[in-house]
Nanobody, 121 residues
Framework: QVRLVESGGGSVQAGGSLKLSCVAS????????MAWFRRAPGKMREGIAS????????HYAESVKDRFTISRDDAKNTVYLQIDNLKPEDTAMYYC??????????????WGQGTQVTVSA
């Protein structure tokens, strides 16, 4: 059974930065991706960034690719999401997911509980 635990969220002012972490335990297929999704208040969950094993392949939603950076440390079973120049519209619950493909939500079987990011103007 895969367990994902996110951390690093918080309340920040616009223009600030945060680095989210997701520690994974359990077996994840080596060809599968890990990813970050978010759900803003009143909106559907959306894919933000995904990364393949080894970190050589990454994929971003068009709306965030200039400010978000996904990375991973396979030795620590940890995936990170660096968010720079935070905007109020980035306010959302951020979820880590594992075992899927790019940003196709339906492909991901394993989800964390989420970490809240709140950005004030």
């Amino acid at each position: 059974q895969v367990r994902l635990v996110e951390s690093g969220g918080g309340s920040v002012q616009a223009g600030g930065s945060l680095k989210l972490s997701c520690v994974a335990s359990g077996y994840i297929h080596p060809n599968a991706f890990m990813a970050w999704f978010r759900r803003a208040p009143g909106k559907m969950r959306e894919g933000i960034a995904s990364i393949a094993n080894g970190g050589e392949r990454t994929h971003y939603a068009e709306s965030v690719k200039d400010r978000f950076t996904i990375s991973r440390d396979d030795a620590k079973n940890t995936v990170y999401l660096q968010i720079d120049n935070l905007k109020p519209e980035d306010t959302a619950m951020y979820y880590c997911a594992a075992g899927g493909w790019y940003l196709v939500q339906a492909d991901y079987d394993n989800w964390g509980q989420g970490t809240q990011v709140t950005v004030s103007a």
